[in-house]
Structures are given as structure tokens and as C-alpha cells.
């Protein structure tokens, strides 16, 4: 019988199967931060457990850390307290751990595919949302409860039901000017932020098969913002040159029979999907969001639409996201004064978004309204900033890079957008208080922020 990309990895990975119930499923590799893994090793002692399998999990400090001044204490007791106690854990429970200043410390969604610890065929876990960027390699990917966290660190195993299944294509070629990001948010719009919920997303078709690994780990990303438990897309010839030759990938002859398993994971002609749903990339715009929710965006030259007629409540939610962000249904946003700009994040915090970011800046000056916060989302990313001259560019447009972490992408280190201030992000959510008490955020992609960057309002990219 036909089978699913995803089914192949989950039934491969089921050690036990509770009838009419959930399944026991192994674990490949298991990624901790400092925010959702605390509760979770002090279970562990409280219980007197080692961790079964300490080699596969990985440790890095993320959220909580500082973009400036690493060398230095974390003044924010708090968030030093979070980072103090991830490192402790890692050390009493023998874990590896990427801490702050160590070469492979960033974003723990960006260090694992960049690294060769994210691979074809795995089941990947992490208390953040925001695992299911992993499923780009072609991976079982999501995001567990503390408790969970917990299970896996006790078990390398964890109990889940298995979800449905959904394939979405996106059929055709890109235009000029429109990125991963602009996919991904354009596929959210028109399925609702709960309009994949209890599925796991294959993504498929023509535009898709011919983006970029790390086009593809953007796309990924962004899968939970509808719903999904999680992304993936069928691992090829692009991700296999991505992978090879990465310290933690398989090397020799291990490599040549990775590689022979992972090309019969595909998704199988015929294979049926409980939902499937066709886009055409011809369709996409680049995209901003205009209200406090991911799935509330527009084409950057459209207007901003009117309140639902037939939901009540989705009507009172509308108004008040559009009073949040001191927006009006039937205007345009081109033009609107910008006051922040962030690049970075595990959505757009890779070479390749500093690389976009640069081809618009490049020969251009940074307005001097807007506050610029660019932010690697790892040291290796920082590297080969410098090493292809790319900090030059920026430098002389007047831009300055920061140190990795996830910075303004959530309100939980000193990046903080101020309140009422409006933000152009290549972040991943948009609600209230995000990047900071009272903070308007737009969501948009790299090529999209830099146009504002330079223009100081609201401008749509493929005009610079």
C-alpha cells in the first residue's frame, strides 16, 4: 500500500502501539532551550533519573540571552537565572550544551539543520513551537509540553497520537521579488491560522521542490502558525548537498547508506492524504501582515479587508486587532512610517536572509527614523556574514549586526520593541505584546524589511 512521507518516518519510529490509543514513539534527537527545560530536569532529580540517552540530546541557550555584550553577565536576573540553569543541567546531567560565546551557540532551530544534527528520516522533538522548522530536511519534527520534555529526557521516547495527514502544493514559478517567507505567510492567510490544526503538512509542488534548503527551513517554520503539528518536505538532491559534509552528519560508507535510505522516503505515488489543497505560486505577492495574528496578511499593495459579515465574533476580533494596530479596513499600508526593523530569528535569521537583506541596502543609506536591530541566528551564520563581506555592505549603509540569539522576536531578553512604536519583522508572530508591551509587529520577509529599512515607511520590494 502506498505511504506517506510521514507515515514511513512515524511507523518506523512507533516502539509501542496503544490500541485505539496513542503510540509510544522513538526519538532521534532532542533539542533543549533554556525556557521550557528546567521543570523538566528538576523532575529527573526529584525522581533520581539520569537521562537514558544523553548523547541525543543537544543544549543551547537562546531566548533569554543578549544581542550585545555577551562577554558580559546577563544583567536581567531573570533571564541570567534561566540561562545559569540550563547550563547546570547540562553539566549534572551530562548533556552537550552550545552555551553563550561557544562557536556553535544560536538559535536552536537554526544550529540544528546547520550542524548536520537535524536528518532525513529522524523524529525531532524541542519545547518550542517552532520545531517543525526541522521537518525541511525531510523529518518527523514538533514541539513538546514540558512534561514531555521531561518523558524524553527519561524514555527517549514520548507517547503521541498519531496525526492526520495533509499535502499542500504549491504549483508554478516564484516571481521576482517574492520569498520563502512571502509562501509561507500567503498558505496562512488563505487556510486560517486554524485551518491546518491536527494535521501534519507535507509540502509538494514545483515552487517548493525548487526553493533552497534554507528556503525550505522558512517555510517549515511558519507551519504551527496555522495549526499544523508540524511541516516537512521530501528530502532530494538539495538536501543532501546541504546535509554532507556537516560535522554531526553521517560520514564514509554510513553517509552512501543514509543517503540510499533516505531517497525511498519520498511520499509514494498514489499515496493518499487526508487532505490536500493546491496553491499557485504565480498567486503570491510579497506579503505583510496588517493584524495580530499570523493568518491576518495581505499582498503588500492590497487594502487592508473588511471584518468578517457572518462571524460576530470573528468580527470583534478583527476590530480590535485593527484598533491595536491603529490600522483601517480599505487603506493601503504602503507609506506607513516605520519605526523598527528586525532581521533574524529561526524563521529569517540565516545567511541566506542576510543575503537578501544585503541586495536591497547595498549602495544605500539606513533612514534615519528607523532603529535596525539585525540579528544572526547563530555564530556560524555571524561567520559567514564577515567571511563573504556581507558586514561591509550593511556597515557602510549604516546598519550594525548584533550578537545570535532570537532577540525582538519575543519579549523575553533586552530586545524589546517599545510601546506604540510599529516594527517590520521577519519573525514568526505578530500578537500582542510579542516584541514588547504594547508593540506593533508586521510581519514580512527579509527582502520586504530591508526596502523599509532604507525607505523609512512601508514599501513594496521589487520597487527598490
Known sequence: MPKTLFDKIWDAHVVNHIPDGP??????????????SPQAFEGLRKRGLKIFRPERTFCSPDHNI???????????????HQVDTLRQNAAD????????????????????????????GATIVCGDSHTST???????????????VEMVLASQCIIQNKPKTMRINVEGRLRPG?????IALYIIARMSTGGATGYFVEYAGEAIRNLSMEERLTVCNLSIEM????????????????????????????????????????????????????FQAEDIDPRITFGTNPGMGIGI????????????????????????????????????KVDYVFLGSCTNGRIEDFRAFASVVKGRKKHPGVTAWLVPGSWNVDRQIREEGIDKILEEAGFEL???????????????????????????????????????????????????????????????
Open 134 to 148: 526541522h521537518g525541511a530536511v525531510g523529518a518527523v519534527a514538533f514541539g513538546i509540553g514540558t512534561s514531555e
Open 93 to 120: 546531567f551530562g548533556v552537550t550544551y552550545f552555551g553563550i560565546g561557544h562557536p556553535k551557540n544560536g538559535i536552536i532551530h537554526v544550529i540544528g539543520p546547520e550542524n548536520g544534527l537535524t536528518l532525513p
Open 178 to 182: 517574492v520569498t520563502a517567507k512571502d
Open 66 to 80: 543578549p544581542t550585545i555584550g555577551q562577554d558580559k553577565p546577563i544583567s536581567d536576573p531573570v533571564s541570567r
Open 227 to 278: 495549526g499544523a503539528r508540524g511541516g516537512m518536505i521530501a528530502p532530494d538532491e538539495t538536501t543532501f548537498e546541504y546535509v554532507k559534509g556537516k560535522e554531526y552528519a553521517p560520514k564514509g560508507e554510513e553517509w552512501d547508506k543514509a543517503v540510499a535510505y533516505w531517497r525511498t522516503l519520498p511520499s509514494d505515488p498514489g499515496a493518499s492524504f487526508d487532505r490536500e489543497v493546491t
Open 23 to 36: 503510540d509510544q514513539l522513538y526519538i532521534d534527537r532532542h533539542y533543549c532551550h533554556e525556557v521550557t
Open 301 to 336: 499593495d492590497e487594502t487592508v479587508p473588511t471584518p468578517p459579515a457572518d462571524d460576530e465574533q470573528g468580527r470583534i476580533s478583527f476590530r480590535k486587532a485593527l484598533e491595536y494596530m491603529g490600522f483601517k479596513s480599505g487603506e493601503k499600508l504602503i507609506g506607513k
Open 402 to 464: 548584533r550578537q545570535p540569539g532570537c532577540s525582538a522576536c519575543l519579549a523575553m531578553n533586552d530586545d524589546k520593541i517599545p510601546s506604540g512604536k510599529l516594527a517590520i519583522s521577519t519573525s514568526n508572530r505578530n500578537f500582542e505584546g510579542r516584541q514588547g508591551p504594547g508593540a506593533r509587529t508586521i510581519l514580512a520577509g527579509p527582502l520586504t524589511a530591508a526596502a523599509a529599512a532604507v525607505t523609512g515607511e512601508i514599501t513594496d520590494p521589487r520597487t527598490v
